[in-house]
């Protein structure tokens, strides 16, 4: 059911890193993305697909992990993701992404969460050292990075009431804790 891939699909940061994406499943994430809407039908977006040791090393590189977490600076050997899914927006075709971005990483994730992986979304990392990386010219620019894998760690999404703190956190037992509002504080 949906409901169900929508709340397994949460912000994973540590991974079962030796638990392979294969380039195939990596590809078929990708052309889920494709079917997202696009403003004006314009389809700006690229992605480049990385499985392999040596790529996923310089581009875990370029990242900055959990803001909310301050004594946390990433994950560890062995909890690193084990695939990549970076978005891009060519610009010869628009310079404005809109929203297409979030509504083909929403189905990427979704995709992954069916397939029993999961993934958190970047938006923090070096866009000149991707650029790099990928080599993407000069008109694709980096908009996100997508980190994949199984994951290691438990999230547990529980409701707040208003004014209380918003900040994710881990509990002693390393249980990411996601504070949500409560649908009748969101409805207007």
Request: aromatic share 10%; hydrophobic share 35%; with cysteine.
């Amino acid at each position: 059911m949906l409901k169900d891939l929508v709340q397994k699909n949460r912000s994973y940061r540590r991974f079962y890193q030796n638990v392979e994406i294969s380039k195939n499943d990596l590809i078929e994430l990708v052309d889920l993305a494709r079917y997202a809407s696009s403003a004006k039908n314009n389809q700006p977006l690229k992605y480049y697909i990385s499985n392999t040791g040596e790529i996923n090393n310089k581009i875990f590189d370029t990242l900055a992990w959990a803001g909310y977490l301050k004594d946390w600076a990433g994950p560890q050997e062995g909890e690193k993701p084990s695939a990549y899914i970076i978005v891009f927006i060519d610009k010869n075709i628009t310079d404005n992404n809109y929203c297409d971005h979030n509504l083909a990483v929403q189905n990427i994730l979704l995709g992954a969460v069916e397939k029993k992986f999961g993934g958190c979304i970047i938006a923090a990392f070096n866009r000149k050292k991707i650029k790099e990386i990928v080599n993407s010219g000069e008109n694709i620019e980096p908009l996100l990075v997508l980190a994949l894998g199984k994951p290691k760690e438990e999230v547990n999404l529980y409701e707040i009431n208003p004014g209380d703190d918003i900040k994710y956190w881990r509990n002693s037992e390393q249980i990411h804790q996601v504070p949500k509002r409560k649908l009748k504080d969101i409805l207007l």
